[in-house]
T-cell receptor, first 114, second 114 residues
């Protein structure tokens, strides 16, 4: 069964460093998402991406964050100058279209900022 | 703005018994989807059940069923014959029909006791 894959599964970085989290969405899906979950807390929407541009973003998704789909398969989240509070699980998701509404999630990338 | 509220942070149930998880939401729109996602300790969020707002009939998937009350904006999940493998975080989620932003509730941690 097709699935969303994410790398790395866990990344440890120093505060102030840049981090890139990678996702490979399901191949025929059109909508891509990043969500964040601070340990044991709520799943928070960061950004959605459609037709090679951001379609929605939350107040969390400030200038520190960026997304791109560089090669038609990968979907990346870049966090510039990481802060301690960026430590969280980051989930990528994809959706085929608006018809079903269902999002398919990857297993997540755990980011630890020291 | 759409909001999703899960008022039960934690619940427990004896194996083989039935448990109901509550969810309410707030929207002024009439076309949307509601979901229950399960997040076991392995972290990946898995769709449990989906309900389209235009359908009056409550969705059912094997041991999982919902009680969808559109006027009350309520969407509860009933798990029958609970199994140890049902132990997980359960998230209620909402997405507008033609929108890209899926909103999650804070989650309910369910423990099934042997």
């Amino acid at each position: 069964e097709p699935e969303v894959t994410q790398t790395p599964s866990h990344q440890v970085t120093q505060m102030g460093q840049e981090v890139i989290l990678r996702c490979v969405p399901i191949s025929n899906h059109l909508y891509f998402y990043w969500y964040r979950q601070i340990l044991g807390q709520k799943v928070e929407f960061l950004v959605s991406f459609y037709n090679n541009e951001i379609s929605e973003k939350s107040e969390i998704f400030d200038d520190q964050f960026s997304v791109e789909r560089p090669d038609g398969s990968n979907f990346t989240l870049k966090i510039r100058s990481t802060k301690l509070e960026d430590s969280a699980m980051y989930f990528c998701a994809s959706r085929a279209g608006t018809g079903t509404g269902e999002l398919f999630f990857g297993e997540g990338s755990r980011l630890t900022v020291l | 703005a759409q909001t999703v509220t899960q008022s039960q942070p934690e619940m427990s149930v004896q194996e083989a018994e039935t448990v109901t998880l509550s969810c309410t939401y707030d929207t002024s729109e009439s076309n949307y989807y509601l979901f229950w996602y399960k997040q076991p300790p392995s972290r990946q969020m898995i769709l449990v059940i989906r309900q389209e707002a235009y359908k009056q009939q409550n969705a059912t998937e094997n041991r999982f069923s919902v009680n969808f009350q559109k006027a009350a904006k309520s969407f509860s999940l009933k798990i029958s014959d609970s199994q140890l493998g049902d132990t997980a975080m359960y998230f209620c989620a909402f997405i507008l029909y033609n929108n890209n932003d899926m909103r999650f509730g804070a989650g309910t941690r369910l423990t099934v006791k042997p």
